[in-house]
Antibody, heavy 117, light 107 residues
Framework: EVQLVESGGGLVQPGRSLRLSCTAS????????MSWFRQAPGKGLEWVGFIRSKRYGGTAEYAASVKGRFTISRDDSKSIAYLQMNSLKTEDTAVYYC????????WGQGTLVTVSS | EIVMTQSPATLSVSPGERATLSCRAS??????FAWYQQKPGQAPRLLIYGASTRATGIPARFSGSGSATEFTLTISSLQSEDFAVYYCQQYNDWPRTFGQGTKVEIK
């Protein structure tokens, strides 16, 4: 069974950086793209970004709200996808979710990132 | 970016009744369209993709229809576990975008 576990969330000051990890098990991780989403407290879902599998170039796409500040990467040898978040703003406060591919239906449980001074 | 607009914002329905949720895209997304269900404190659950294909394990009372810019999610007979927030999403263009959600509540 596929399982995804996000980690690395926490409280961080505005302007600082944080790296989230999404560890996968039960799948051939390298064969899949990975997606990141977020949900601010009491708000709707927001797509954050996507990284293709190495087979399709391993390149990434980003939401306009995070482009230039967030970077998605992957380590297929460890079955981990990363979300590097720099220059964090208070509006980045949210639960962050990773998902296998785009429409696999496999999601992690989410990790809370709070950006506050 | 493609703007997804859901209606209504809140839908009050009695158990056993039919629920119809709508989503409109600001430009055509073909059939590259999905519906998600989310309950409090849980990750979203994929219900429908390709506008009308049920995801694995999704009961037959959930059905999706539409194409291009107009889409509908129908829950034929609401069960207690169906009261939740439903989101639509397009995956035709970058960036992917969601609707603002429709809350289905008990009448």
């Amino acid at each position: 069974e596929v399982q995804l576990v996000e980690s690395g969330g926490g409280l961080v000051q505005p302007g600082r950086s944080l790296r989230l990890s999404c560890t996968a098990s039960g799948s051939t991780f390298g064969d899949y793209a990975m997606s990141w989403f977020r949900q601010a407290p009491g708000k709707g879902l927001e797509w954050v970004g996507f990284i293709r599998s190495k087979r399709y170039g391993g390149t990434a796409e980003y939401a306009a709200s995070v482009k230039g500040r967030f970077t998605i990467s992957r380590d297929d040898s460890k079955s981990i996808a990363y979300l590097q978040m720099n220059s964090l703003k208070t509006e980045d406060t949210a639960v962050y979710y990773c998902s296998l591919g785009e429409l696999s239906g496999y999601w992690g449980q989410g990790t809370l990132v709070t950006v506050s001074s | 970016e493609i703007v997804m607009t859901q209606s209504p914002a809140t839908l009050s329905v009695s158990p056993g009744e039919r629920a119809t949720l709508s989503c409109r895209a600001s430009q055509s997304v073909s059939s590259n369209f999905a519906w998600y269900q989310q309950k409090p404190g849980q990750a979203p659950r994929l219900l429908i993709y390709g506008a009308s294909t049920r995801a694995t394990g999704i009961p037959a009372r959930f059905s999706g229809s539409g194409s291009a810019t107009e889409f509908t999610l129908t829950i034929s007979s609401l069960q207690s576990e169906d009261f939740a927030v439903y989101y639509c999403q397009q995956y035709n263009d970058w960036p992917r975008t969601f609707g603002q959600g429709t809350k289905v509540e008990i009448k």
